[in-house]
């Protein structure tokens, strides 16, 4: 497992996040399920009792309002331990669906919460994966709110791609990965409209940064797509080239 995927973990702790993530790999083992894209895993509002690790695939937590207007949360991609908030909270505020196929693998938070009591290395897994969404979700809020529509979806593809890396599903120095996200459902997660979205992304092709298409990313040029995100990534993402590419010095903020 790559020690990086566990951003800002004090070194003291990565053995234990280490254990506790194979330990809840065995807790998991067997109950494979396999979903297909649209199927929703939690319902918003409802009560959940599962708690799930990703194998594969690519997975969203999403808020529909009463008018049909949609907002992306959080993309969890493979290797993420999703819904903790399962062993605390009765009702789900959120819904979480498959955006691709995908398989997880899932516990009922009774076991899980048993093993986060009885175990530290299991609490401190879990706690982290709690730790990680803050994170995100505070460059995300950064994002939506300072940055440029270039900045978002330069941050976003450069996001995919270093978790990518860090989860071991690509290797250190691709350039090219699956992204099944529609440009509507992008949208939906960068908080412009599908048009927008779909001006950026051309000129991004037509300045040979990146290319997006039918579900693939090909990126021509990493320093400058990291360039263009770097406003934006926090002082882990600066840290590590899965991010951010080999950028020379770190990106005053704007006047």
């Not at 951003?7 to 494979?32: D, N």
């Not at 199927?39 to 049909?68: F, K, M, N």
């Not at 992306?72 to 062993?87: E, N, T």
Request: glycine share 8%; hydrophobic share 45%.
């Amino acid at each position: 497992m790559h020690s990086a995927r566990f951003a800002l973990h004090r070194p003291e702790f990565l053995e234990a996040l280490m254990r506790g993530e194979a330990k809840i790999a065995a807790i998991t083992q067997g109950s494979t399920l396999k979903l297909r894209a649209g199927a929703t895993l939690i319902q918003g509002g409802a009560e959940h009792p599962y708690i799930y690790r990703l194998v594969s695939g690519w997975v969203c937590r999403t808020r529909t309002l009463a008018d049909g207007r949609n907002q992306y949360i959080l993309i969890f991609l493979p290797g993420d331990l999703f819904a903790v908030k399962s062993m605390f909270i009765s009702r789900h505020p959120d819904s979480v669906r498959a955006i691709s196929d995908v398989v997880v693998e899932r516990v009922h938070y009774k076991v899980l919460h048993e093993a986060y009591v009885r175990d530290g290395d299991v609490a401190t897994r879990c706690t982290w994966q709690v730790m990680e969404e803050e994170r995100r979700l505070h460059s995300w809020v950064v994002g939506l709110g300072q940055g440029s529509a270039e900045e978002r979806v330069a941050l976003l593809l450069m996001d995919f791609r270093g978790r990518l890396i860090t989860a071991d599903v690509l290797a250190e120095d691709a350039l090219v990965y699956d992204m099944p996200l529609t440009q509507g459902e992008l949208a939906d997660h960068l908080g412009i409209t599908p048009v927008h979205v779909n001006r950026v992304l051309k000129e991004f092709r037509d300045n040979g940064i990146v290319t997006v298409r039918d579900g693939h990313v090909s990126i021509t040029d990493l320093k400058v797509l990291a360039q263009r995100a770097a406003p934006l990534l926090d002082v882990y993402e600066r840290a590590d080239p899965a991010y951010a590419g080999h950028l020379e010095a770190p990106t005053t903020a704007r006047g």
